[in-house]
């Protein structure tokens, strides 16, 4: 067992503010594409959008502390009836692009992150974080995750991502399963 | 290649540096890490550890390898840190409302880690009711468990990050920043590291309301305590890394006797006054 570490000089000598800051920070994931792949591996899914009415847009809200829209257009199936949504939710801290993947009772069989923001509403913040993605393409992505930093701290909490787990639950009782059922009866 | 999870209460991202790696080893250390979740939860009343605080004190537990082996870092922290690392608070912070309630608390009789006795390689018992949280130390055993399901899997380079306690293996030295203390959306270049890992304590994004107490108990008084620093501990493997930061955290001492027993070095960042 060993170790190879080197601390930044300037830390020893107890001036850790002479580090110039880096603000935090966005990181891009895995693309729609390969999160498909991940959750519901060697199956293809047909995009399946649904229109959010008002009474729906509302059950979903009532039911999971989430007051950001849903947005149906990012709703895919596969052909026995798995589900894969992609869905957003907003924090105080942070804002994250996530993928939900039900098998077809509904249970909920993945989670991915597609994206994680921090956002603190500072210009300077949001210009510097896009910095890292300029020129930078998913097509790339070992140089762009390379690129991006190793990030130490206090633990952030997922629980408004589970709150979105929740809504997305929601969403397939009210809305999805009648749709798995009807396609089962054909 | 880099994916994330929602998992252990936090974010956890496993990066490869490998070219074209194969996806089951990513896939098989998210379930390493799944499995260390669904063994050692507080929350989860089902879990091993809800086991051991449910009946060790009746009747002997028999446990998985991985709870034994967490157990058995917990006990030698405990041991190296004369008592400042223990894992035996939970109840005060249930009673703090900080993790949920699943049976009867009489505070007065609960024992520590020290009461948790092995019988077995992985069968324990307990004199006294044990109300362990393993919060402090099984995120870093997560961590360690998935880079050596990664390293298994013939991964040249990565790391695993749950939520800001973090290893890196391979050959490229990859920069480490971690979260300013006083402006958490800052991060401090504090390092580089090839091989290691690194765990950070501190309250900045507890969430708090003022009448709320701290989740960072001191075992030997069992009093909440409240700091704005943050201590970074960086050893070889992550489970040392997460619990030593208790024990420099708790202690306010980075030079804690018990760091060099781990081969272990600590790094404190102060808050500074200005915005």
Known sequence: MHMNWKPNPYLIIGIATITAPIVAHAKIYVSIEQAQKILIPNKSLVKNPIIITEELQDKIRSASSIRYPFQGDRIWRAADGSWFIVDEVVGKHEMITYAVALNPSGAVTGIEILEYVESYGYEVAEANWRKQFVGKTAADPIKLNQDIQNIGGATLSCKHLTDGVKRVAVLYEIALKNQTLSLKAK | ?275
């Open chain 2, 1 to 275: 290649m880099i994916r994330c999870k929602p998992l252990l209460g936090t974010f956890v991202e496993i990066r490869i540096e490998d070219q074209s790696p194969p996806l089951k080893a990513l896939d098989e250390a998210f379930l390493a890490i799944e499995q260390v979740q669904s063994l050692m939860g507080f929350h989860n009343p089902e879990s091993e550890l809800s086991q051991i605080n449910l009946r060790s004190h009746l009747e002997p537990v028999r446990i998985h390898p991985w709870t034994a082996e967490v157990l058995k870092f917990a006990k030698e922290v405990y041991l190296q840190s004369q008592g400042i690392f223990n894992c035996g608070i939970g109840h005060r912070l249930v009673k703090a409302s900080l993790l949920p309630k699943h049976n009867k608390l009489n505070d007065y009789s609960f024992g520590g880690i020290e009461d948790l006795q092995f019988i077995e390689p992985s069968l324990v018992q307990s004199p006294l009711p044990l109300c362990l949280d393993l919060g402090g130390i099984a995120k870093g055993y997560a961590v360690d468990k998935a880079v050596e399901l990664l390293i298994a899997n013939g991964i040249q380079a990565g790391s695993v990050n749950a939520g800001g306690d973090m290893r890196v293996f391979g050959n490229r030295s990859q920069s480490i920043q971690i979260r300013n203390p006083s402006k958490p959306h800052e991060l401090i270049q504090i390092g580089s590291m090839k091989v290691g890992a690194i765990a950070t304590s501190s309250l900045y994004f507890a969430n708090r309301n003022t009448s709320s107490k701290s989740f960072m108990v001191n075992p030997l008084n069992q009093e909440h305590i409240e700091f704005s620093e943050s201590y970074s501990v960086v050893a070889s493997r992550c489970v040392y890394a997460d619990a030593l930061t208790k024990v420099v955290s708790i202690s306010g001492n980075t030079r804690h006797p018990c760091l060099k027993f781990f081969s272990a070095q600590a790094i404190s960042i102060p808050t500074t006054q200005s915005t």
